[in-house]
Nanobody
Framework: QVQLVESGGGLGQPGGSLRLSCAAS????????MGWYRQAPGQQRELVAT???????NYADSVKGRFTISRDNIKNTVTLQMSSLKPEDTAVYYC?????????WGQGTQVTVSS
């Protein structure tokens, strides 16, 4: 059973920056994809960014050029650096890990972008 613990988030200003981190523990298979999804009130959960163990990335069009995902395969962590924040980035952000063994989710962390 994989456990994902998120940290970071909170209140950010339009144009500002925030960083989210997620630490994974448990039965982690080597070939996995870690990433971030978000869910705004009344909307479906959507992909933000993912990164495979060996480096390939995938970003939502809405965050390209503003958000950067990175990971540490030794520490089993994934980080989302969010810049040029917009009010529409406000959502609960969830860490995700997928492998042949299945899929795990973090508990979610709130990001609010407001002046």
């Amino acid at each position: 059973q994989v456990q994902l613990v998120e940290s970071g988030g909170g209140l950010g200003q339009p144009g500002g920056s925030l960083r989210l981190s997620c630490a994974a523990s448990g039965g982690i298979f080597g070939n996995n994809v870690m990433g971030w999804y978000r869910q705004a009130p009344g909307q479906q959960r959507e992909l933000v960014a993912t990164m495979a163990r060996y480096g390939s990335t995938n970003y939502a069009d809405s965050v390209k050029g503003r958000f950067t995902i990175s990971r540490d395969n030794i520490k089993n962590t994934v980080t989302l650096q969010m810049s040029s924040l917009k009010p529409e980035d406000t959502a609960v952000y969830y860490c995700n890990l997928r492998s042949v063994a299945g899929e795990s989710w973090g508990q979610g962390t709130q990001v609010t972008v407001s002046s």
